[in-house]
């Protein structure tokens, strides 16, 4: 599985970003897709996560209700809506995909790039 994350740049406080990850392989819709992300000086953080499959979905308590992770089945790619962005934020976000529907890094298979999100006060 490949991943591919674009989306990420300068936005101020209130405003919104979309983030997309493209994803290819012959089996991506057998996957979980997620997203975290990592601020400097902290560790990598669960952010948002489906399944293809069931279309269950679960966030992190500090995105709920701001942000959407949602999913182009067609095209594989998953997008992460963000709107009212704190500078808290503010951190490189990357997409995952992993076998297990769970918030745990270490389950996590495949890493996309990474794509910087900046959110200024």
């Known amino acids: 599985v490949q991943l591919q994350a674009s989306g990420g740049g300068l936005v101020q406080s209130g405003g919104s970003l979309r983030l997309s990850c493209a994803a290819s392989?012959?089996?991506?819709?057998?996957?979980?897709m997620a997203w975290f992300r990592q601020a400097p000086g902290k560790e990598r953080e669960f952010v948002a996560l489906f399944s293809w499959s069931g279309g269950s979905i679960q966030y992190a308590d500090s995105v709920k209700g701001r942000f959407t992770i949602s999913r182009d089945s067609a095209k594989n790619i998953m997008y992460l809506q963000m709107d009212n962005l704190k500078p808290e934020d503010t951190a490189v976000y990357y997409c995952?995909?992993?076998?297990?529907?769970?918030?745990?890094?270490?389950?996590?298979?495949?890493w996309g790039q990474g794509t910087q999100v900046t959110v200024s006060s």
């Open positions: 392989g012959r089996t991506v819709n057998s996957y979980v």
């Open positions: 995952a995909a992993s076998r297990e529907f769970t918030r745990r890094t270490g389950a996590v298979e495949y």
